[in-house]
């Protein structure tokens, strides 16, 4: 992982003219990172703080990664995700990422916005967008287009982006009971290298984000906790 002296990777710096027109983003879920032997402990863990019951997501078959999620206020999401004993586990960006977080020893792995129209982020990418798909246990599957994954695995602290395929969406499982109100994020540049770091922020609706510097967490980038806000107050996720 890139620590706080490193320089970050070219894709995400020089941010030019025309950066991202007439795209409405939106906070769209944020991603805890646990083994696949820790997985249910940590879901009972997450829900009992929050309130509300995590709901089995299925398996992303393309990813090697399965998840269970927990849905919020303002059609938001928790997402706790682990690798599966799976060979895409090794040769997919998201597999790898989520499977060198949780041999890391998990936690907090990164935040997502969604977009009704993924073109322009993929054009200032120089690349097309993945499809990505879960199969529920039920047998349905949710399908999305992805972009950025390749790129968290060297600067943590930056968001991918998504775009649902369908008006399906993981915060229609369940009933939300609690909202995000802050992230924090270890960060020295606050995302100032970031080509997308005006729609980011201007995507956040209420969310507040607080910046800290890398040496508060080991020298390494990311979020490091949430503020959600349930029925008995506010609460910190670590």
């Avoid at 944020?30 to 509300?52: N, P, W």
Wanted: with cysteine.
């Amino acid at each position: 992982m890139r620590t706080g002296g490193e320089t970050k990777p070219q894709f995400w710096s020089k941010p030019t003219l025309g950066m991202v027109q007439n795209s409405t983003m939106r906070l769209d879920h944020v991603s805890y990172v646990t083994s696949h032997e820790q997985l249910a402990d940590t879901v009972q863990r997450l829900g009992s703080r929050l309130g509300s019951t995590f709901v089995d997501g299925g398996i992303h078959p393309r990813f090697g990664t399965r998840n269970f999620t927990c849905a919020l206020e303002n059609s938001q999401y928790i997402e706790v995700v682990c690798p599966l004993d799976h060979p895409a586990a090794d040769q997919t960006p998201w597999g790898k990422a989520v499977s060198r977080k949780a041999n890391e020893g998990g936690g907090w792995f990164t935040w997502v916005f969604s977009t009704g129209d993924i073109s322009p982020i993929e054009k200032k990418f120089g690349r097309e967008a993945i499809e990505g798909h879960r199969t529920r246990p039920n047998g349905t599957d949710l399908k999305w287009k992805q972009i950025g994954v390749k790129e968290i695995l060297e600067a943590p602290e930056f968001p991918f982006f998504i775009q649902w395929l369908g008006v399906d969406h993981p915060a229609l499982d369940g009933v939300p009971s609690a909202e995000i109100t802050k992230i924090v994020i270890a960060d020295n540049d606050q995302l100032d290298d970031s080509w997308f770091k005006t729609e980011i922020l201007a995507s956040l609706g209420q969310v507040a984000i607080e910046w800290t510097d890398t040496s508060e967490n080991d020298n390494q980038s990311g979020i490091t906790m949430i503020q959600v806000r349930t029925k008995d107050g506010l609460i910190d996720l670590d």
